[in-house]
């Protein structure tokens, strides 16, 4: 089957649908690890709060995923239900999971990163297919997550189960986490984080992605942070954050001191912001794909 497209002359075939959304997705995954510098996390140049993890592990985790991700596509194409599709990303979710350790040796590099660029595939791809525009992906997203802050969190706090790191710090301090974020159509990317990196179209492409990793440091609820060190912790990260931006960020001598100041504390204090990472990634990739949209 084919569809048409919007913008592009050609109907789409439903192959090249899949590949093309899935080659945007890899994309925005290695520029968000080799973005540098990028406090307490893995870059080409350092491996931030990180003593189990190198950047040639994301790169082999990036490349384990193409299969997975790729499926995510394709149910995005294939299932009508929206509920549905979710629960077949669940699916996918596992079995990219096992991929992605068997790459890196028992190393988590994007277990997290799996979760949202999976369903920010498949919902793209469903939207695509069915000439949805672009405004209305973020509903298309609340709308597959319906009730997994419910199904998930707030049920486990009566199960007598080891939990979860987002059931834990849920359980904790009633924080909804990445789970939150896309019951909500992801907020603080199509909000927040999006329209910031598309407003600095002048900027290079790394000076964009760091200047937009300490928007989304300044003001997402990073669990990584949160399960690491606290609420202190996370307090810091995102007052650090907005230090460096009133500084100018990337874009000053003043600020690009202070970011090489967040890195050496960020090492210390032990902290590694990879919800504001993975966030980051989901960010170039809508940004990457809106020409796909009618």
Not at 1 to 12: A, C, I, R, S, V
Not at 84 to 89: D, N, Q, V
Not at 138 to 144: C, P, Y
Not at 287 to 292: D, F, G, L, R, W
Request: aromatic fraction near 10%; charge should be negative; proline fraction near 3%.
């Amino acid at each position: 089957m084919t569809t048409n497209l919007g913008l592009y002359k050609e109907p789409w075939k439903e192959e090249e649908l899949c590949f093309t959304v899935l080659q945007h997705a890899i994309k925005a995954m290695l520029y968000e690890a080799s973005t540098h510098p990028s406090p307490g996390l893995v870059s080409p140049k350092s491996c931030g709060a990180h003593k189990d993890m190198v950047y040639y592990d994301f790169l082999d985790s990036s490349a384990a995923l193409i299969h997975p991700l790729y499926c995510c596509a394709k149910e995005g194409i294939e299932t009508e239900d929206k509920k549905r599709l979710f629960s077949k990303l669940r699916g996918i979710g596992i079995a990219g999971e096992k991929r992605m350790f068997e790459a890196t040796g028992g190393v988590n590099t994007h277990k997290g990163m799996l979760f949202l660029m999976g369903i920010s595939i498949a919902a793209s791809a469903y939207c695509i297919y069915r000439n949805i525009s672009f405004i209305n992906l973020s509903n298309i997203i609340a709308e597959m997550t319906e009730g997994l802050v419910r199904e998930e969190l707030e049920k486990s706090t009566i199960k007598n189960e080891a939990l979860s790191h987002g059931e834990y710090l849920f359980s904790l301090y009633k924080t909804t986490g990445i789970r939150g974020e896309v019951e909500r159509g992801m907020p603080t990317v199509f909000e927040e984080a999006l329209p910031f990196y598309e407003s600095m179209a002048q900027l290079s492409r790394e000076e964009r992605l760091v200047q937009t990793l300490l928007k989304l440091m300044s003001i997402s609820e990073d669990s990584n942070v949160l399960y690491r060190r606290g609420p202190e912790g996370l307090n810091y990260v995102r007052a650090s954050a907005e230090g460096a931006l009133k500084l100018g960020g990337i874009t000053t001598s003043e600020g690009r001191k202070y970011i090489a100041y967040m890195e050496n504390s960020f090492k210390e204090k032990n902290i590694s912001p990879g919800g504001s990472a993975d966030l980051l990634a989901v960010t170039l990739f809508f940004s990457e794909i809106k020409t796909m949209f009618r």
